[in-house]
């Protein structure tokens, strides 16, 4: 199944996803409203996960793309981990059931909280982007006496002409 097989016209002429009336739903709970099939979600995640067997690997959910809770059980309930960018996608990811090690933080505003915070919840990995950046990190590490697990994103600088 597809995100396309999930969405159809029903007899009274309204939109369904995964067999639930759009019409009904925006009554409901009123507009805007985003609906989601869980249906399409599983099976998106099941390709990927089938295309990607027998290498060694760990998916991340990009928290940035949505954050919202039911969304985040999902992906937790099916093996993922979370890419985070602020101490609030932190928050999110643990209220989902995420434990640390299944926890990256990326992006580049990081403040000294954010990564006490994220010290403190023993996350995976954060992606530094730049030398202060590390610094900081390292600073607050030693003040927490933590270790700060580390990769560094490198830009070869090179020209996508695009």
Not at 51 to 68: D, E, L, P, Q, W
């Amino acid at each position: 199944m597809n995100a396309r097989e999930t969405l159809r016209v029903n007899e009274r002429g309204h939109l369904e996803i995964g067999g639930a009336d759009c019409t009904e739903l925006a009554e409901r709970f009123g507009t805007p409203l985003y609906v989601y099939s869980h249906q399409a979600l599983k099976t998106a995640l099941e390709n990927w996960m089938r295309g990607i067997a027998g290498t060694n690997h760990r998916v991340f959910y990009a928290m940035k793309a949505n954050s919202n809770l039911a969304l985040l059980k999902f992906f937790h309930d099916s093996g993922t981990g979370f890419d985070i960018v602020s101490r609030g996608e932190l928050q999110r990811a643990l209220m989902a059931g995420a434990k640390g090690n299944d926890i990256v933080y990326s992006g580049v505003g990081k403040s000294r909280e954010d990564i006490r915070a994220a010290l403190r919840a023993d996350i995976g990995c954060f992606n530094v982007e730049s030398i202060p950046e590390l610094d900081r990190i390292n600073e607050v590490a030693l003040e927490e006496k933590r270790m700060a697990p580390v990769s560094v994103r490198v830009n070869p600088d090179v020209d996508a002409k695009t």
